[in-house]
Structure formats: C-alpha cells, structure tokens
C-alpha cells in the first residue's frame, strides 16, 4: 500500500504487516494499530508535534472520548498543558479529504466541552490552526502552530 508524501517534515514510522494488515506503532497509545490515510496523518502530525514542536507524548491523547449532547465522539488528538488542562485539538483527515465548513463544525463540537485555546485541522496537506480568545469570543486563524513552550 502507497502513502502519500504529506506537508510534514520527514518523520520515519515503525510500521508492521500483521495478517496482511499494515500497522502502524502509535507512540502515545503504545501500540500498534491499522495503517489507514487518515491513521498515516494522524501519526506524522503526533509526531511533528512532538519533534519539532517540543509537545510531550506524556500530555497528548489520540482517539479521546469527548461527550457532546450525552453522545461520546472520539477526537482525533487532544494536548493538554504542563496543568493537565486541554490545551489544544486536532482534528486529522485523510489526504484525499478537502478540509471544511463541515471539519470545522466536527472540532468545534468536540471543542464545546473542552474549552481549548488551540484548534488544528489537517489532512496532511493543508493545516490550519486557529486561537481562541473566550474573553472578546473571536477566533483567529494563525500561520503558525505554537510551540509547547507556550503551553500555560
């Protein structure tokens, strides 16, 4: 199976056939799971997050249960601050998957009971992250994904 070349620095990923499944080692899950296109993003973005933007493995975690309406969705990533606070989403696609209206809605539904300062929405290819402010309530899209460091 081909995977595309992503919008991510090379990241080299320990992957497995295993009854003719390509897996994938997930780092922060600790094992391994199904190699899928939206699985194959999700994995290089923990890891760019991890390695060129200094976010522990310790505070993210994938496939996260968060309950909108009594109802349990699981969010792709969540990152938590050296408090133990959610601190940011990130929601990942499938590279052939445009980003849209509809991403937004998905990470803004799972955003209504974490209360982040940080969204991201990637297939891969495009990224967007935006900031949060609940004091004036705007949304700011910025051009780049902070670094951990500012993680309060």
Known sequence: ME??????????????????I?????????????LTPEEWVRQHCVNYLHLYKQYPYGLMSVEKVVKYNNLSFRADIVIYNKLAKPYMIVECKSPEVNLSKETL???AKYNSSLSV???LITNGLVHYCCEIDYKSFSI?????IPN???AH
């Open 105 to 107: 809605y998905q990470i």
């Open 148 to 150: 951990f460091n500012k």
């Open 140 to 144: 700011r899209l910025i051009e780049n």
């Open 22 to 34: 390509l897996e994938v080692f997930d780092v922060v899950r600790n094992k391994y799971v199904k």
């Open 3 to 20: 995977f595309s070349k992503l919008n991510f620095p090379n990241i080299k990923l320990k992957t497995k056939l295993t009854n003719g």
């Open 117 to 119: 300062k940080y969204l």
